[in-house]
């Protein structure tokens, strides 16, 4: 009876590193989600700061779920985050620069396994174990934050390609010589307009551009953010709903291109902009199937995540624990 006792109570940590911070819990083989907390992320220029607010941060999680001895090992999900080599590589929205051997740095630590995939990635993982594409062996996931990321399940496995990158969707390009991203160089890509940073973007150019008015001319430039886009929408402004009209083109477009690209079942949508509810879902679903060829035409659902932002990827960093042998 004692070993199988034993096997159920191990615990697993979920770490999810952002731009802005770093959420953190820790979470039974169910997906409870049992204790949690979070750090800033940006406030630390150097990685070993970071990682000793971390451990500091942590250690008294641990100790209330019963201790070290618990914890079966450690799974965290981080931009530009490499599966095969446990090494963040070149992360455009982090403020560490080049090449960080994170797994390295935290198995050092912590003295536990660590295992660590791209923050896109982890969140696919979280959806099929725990959230709306439970029991579905081809979707995409799309994270719609500051960024875009995204996570392709094809034939009920996670591609990594073969250096442990495949997924970048939000980097493809999908208008030549559009919007540069300041963080890639590049111009024209899917996270330069379909994400939170995008919206903001978009509305500032289109003020610039347009002589209409509206209820955000009275927000000043460095307050202008995806919420007050969606506040004056809300509240009926025409300019407003014309940005999310012109965002979820671009993003239907896209999600038009993955799908024929990898024809899954269901795309997920997750993450901030999703909260806009039908002022961007509506415009994606119809450009999406207005750009698909008629094979592909109404098969693909696209769905909301129902899982806590604040967990997810929480979660889906964690199930990739559960494999450690």
Known sequence: MGKSKASLEQLVIGIDIGGTGTKFGIVDRVGNVLFSSEISTKKHTEI???IDELHDSLIPLIEKA????????????????????????????????????????????????????????????????YGAAQGMNDFIMITLGTGVGSGIVANGKLIYGHDGFAGELGHTIIIPDGRLHPGTGKKGSLESY???????????????????????????????????????????DELAKQIFEYTGKILGMALANFVMFSSPEAIVLFGGLT????????????????????????KVKILVSHLRESDAAILGASALVWDIQ
């Open 194 to 236: 379909a994400s939170a940073t995008g919206v903001t973007l978009t509305a500032l150019e289109t003020l610039e551009k347009s002589k209409t008015p509206s209820l955000l001319r009275k927000v000043a430039k460095k307050d202008m953010d995806s919420k007050a886009v969606y506040i004056a929408a809300m509240e009926g």
């Open 66 to 129: 019963g201790g070290i001895g618990r914890i079966k090992g450690i799974g965290v999900g981080a931009p530009n985050g490499n599966y095969y080599t446990g090494t963040i590589e070149y992360a455009p929205n982090l403020p560490w620069k080049g090449i960080i051997p994170l797994s390295k740095i935290i198995q050092d630590k912590f003295k536990l396994p660590v295992v660590l995939t791209n923050d896109a990635n982890a969140a696919a993982l979280g959806e099929m174990m």
């Open 275 to 298: 909260k806009a509810g039908d002022l961007i879902l509506k415009p994606t679903r119809e450009h999406m199937e207005a750009n698909l060829i008629q094979v592909f035409q109404n």
């Open 48 to 50: 070993e700061t970071f």
